[in-house]
């Protein structure tokens, strides 16, 4: 097993003693409460074991391959140190829901925060920049994450650990309410012309910056391009507003236009792709990596463009519809579907289903953000039940599901007592909901908690998600949704006990 470094207390900065500002005290005993649960309940000793393995396999894989080792206790301490900041930066991003220039320029400017992440501030200060923390967000796998957090669940849930977090009791997980809902994907609304106009977009930016680096062929302006496209989306808009005959027909000969502007694009960046593949060390670019940065931009948009072309082709001028598992809804973000909630506001949105199943204190002790297109909720929370019972460690009916009628059907009543879990899930059918409140005790009670999980959702999305992910690729989001699981929970104990400590405090007073 990897051995972590134990961090050195005595050399954090002490905090200076501010008056008058309520909001900061509240910030300040926030943070040093969630520190507390950060070494108390072995979270940053498990983030550490986690990335010390990745570091040591890494390490033997360069051995193997005959590359030359730097200093091992060195560089293992090194990584180490940026393991812990990546830990309690990612965790002060997210909790303060902003983004990575902000997180930066607060570290700068806060000694609150910097005491939290345990910057050193003998000789200057030195804090991370906003690409540091873009990478510290990509630490840990998720599958590595899951560990971290069921570390914090057990901890929760142990009385021993739970007291020494300042918690009164351990988590109670004898009861779970779960609920799904469309975390939303980073895009434009997926009209089809639109995504010609971002690609024209992207590749006469990767023209510029190749020519910038001093690259050229031979071709107008690249900006004139810009221009144009501008001009026929604003009045491909604009006919979508007038009357139907003129408009349709109007539209159709926009996007032929918008078509011939496309091939001729796609024609100067295949050609630009292929200069800057082959003469990329007469440029003034370093590496070869930073001209494969422009190329697979390049190569992304040109691989697409002729698809998006069709559909846009099919949908406007052939007049004819595409499933939806067949649609391209962006050029940049892949694994994003087409998910009907039936909401009001949102009819239809488009994103990636997201599990969640949350304790009576409002504790996430589970969740999941699906790839592939979501099942049905009912089928999804049969697929999570073995795992939720082995997180909640319960044995034989000391579980609890409750969730809202949308979870209801045969298959799920059947599952329930095939795992031997209490079903608290609302019936579909009124007189069998009123049956049940009125012969089960406590049955009316979990329903009426249950609409505090909406709640939960909109706060995992809305606060520690900042409403959308902005990370770029599936796997990147799944770390973001991890990411923001764990600060959330971090901030519930944390909340559960500042609250526990303060009753105490009007106990002794009174």
């Not at 979508?240 to 091939?263: C, F, N, S, V, Y």
């Not at 001209?291 to 846009?312: G, S, T, Y």
């Not at 409403?467 to 989001?477: D, I, L, N, Q, S």
Request: proline share 3%.
């Amino acid at each position: 097993m990897s051995k972590v470094i134990s961090f050195q207390e005595h050399l954090r900065p002490a905090l200076p003693e501010v008056r008058g500002c309520k909001d900061y005290r509240d910030e300040q005993e926030l943070l040093e409460r969630i520190d507390r649960v950060l070494r108390v309940s072995g979270v940053e000793d498990a983030f550490l074991r986690e990335s010390a393995e990745i570091f040591e396999a890494r390490a033997a894989k360069q051995a193997a391959g005959g590359c030359a080792a730097k200093d091992g206790e060195r560089a293992r301490r090194a990584h180490t140190e940026h393991s812990r900041r990546a830990l309690r930066c990612t965790i002060l991003l997210r909790l303060c829901a902003g983004s990575f220039r902000k997180t930066s320029r607060g570290l700068a400017m806060s000694p609150l925060y910097r005491w939290f992440v345990g910057l050193p501030e003998l000789g200057g200060i030195r804090v991370p920049g906003k690409s540091t923390l873009q990478r510290y967000g990509q630490w840990l796998p998720e599958e590595r994450m899951e560990k971290v957090l069921g570390e914090l669940l057990a901890a929760a849930s142990d009385g021993q650990k739970a007291a020494c977090m300042g918690l009164e009791r351990e988590l109670d997980t004898s009861c779970v309410w779960v609920d799904v809902t469309c975390l939303k994907a980073c895009i434009h609304f997926p009209t089809d012309w639109v995504l010609l106009r971002d690609a024209v977009r992207t590749i006469v930016k990767c023209i510029l910056t190749i020519r910038r680096h001093g690259l050229r062929h031979r071709m107008g302006a690249p900006e004139q391009f810009l221009g144009a496209v501008n001009a026929l989306s604003m009045r491909m808009a604009a006919a979508g507003r007038r009357g139907r005959p003129a408009g349709k027909k109007e539209r159709k000969a926009l996007l032929r236009l918008l078509k011939k502007l496309t091939r001729v694009v796609e024609a100067h960046g295949r050609r630009y792709r292929k200069l800057l593949d082959e003469h990329w060390r007469e440029s003034d670019l370093r590496t070869r990596a930073e001209a494969e940065v422009i190329l697979r931009r390049l190569d992304n948009v040109l691989d697409k463009l002729p698809e998006a072309r069709r559909q846009a082709h099919e949908r406007i001028i052939g007049g004819r519809q595409i499933a939806n598992k067949e649609k391209m809804l962006s050029l940049y973000q892949e694994d994003v579907h087409v998910i009907v909630r039936g909401k009001a506001g949102a009819e239809v949105e488009f994103g990636n289903g997201l599990f969640l199943g949350e304790s009576a204190e409002g504790f996430i002790v589970d969740h999941e953000l699906r790839r592939e297109m979501p099942p049905d909720d009912g089928r999804w929370l049969r697929q999570r039940l073995p795992g939720l019972k082995a997180k909640c460690g319960c044995g034989e009916w000391e579980l609890t599901a409750c969730a809202d009628r949308g979870f209801d059907s045969a298959g799920t009543t059947g599952c329930l007592e095939q795992e031997k879990v209490v079903n608290a899930v609302c019936p579909r059918n009124a007189a069998e909901m009123a049956r049940r409140c009125a012969e089960e005790p406590g049955f009316k009670g979990l329903l009426r908690r249950r609409a505090g999980t909406e709640a939960r959702i909109a706060i995992v999305k809305n606060l520690f998600l900042d409403g959308v992910p902005r990370a770029k690729g599936f796997e990147r989001r799944r770390a973001q949704v991890a990411w923001a699981v764990l600060t959330h929970n971090l901030w519930v104990v944390a909340r559960l006990a500042l609250a526990a400590a303060k009753a105490k405090e009007k106990l002794l007073a009174a």
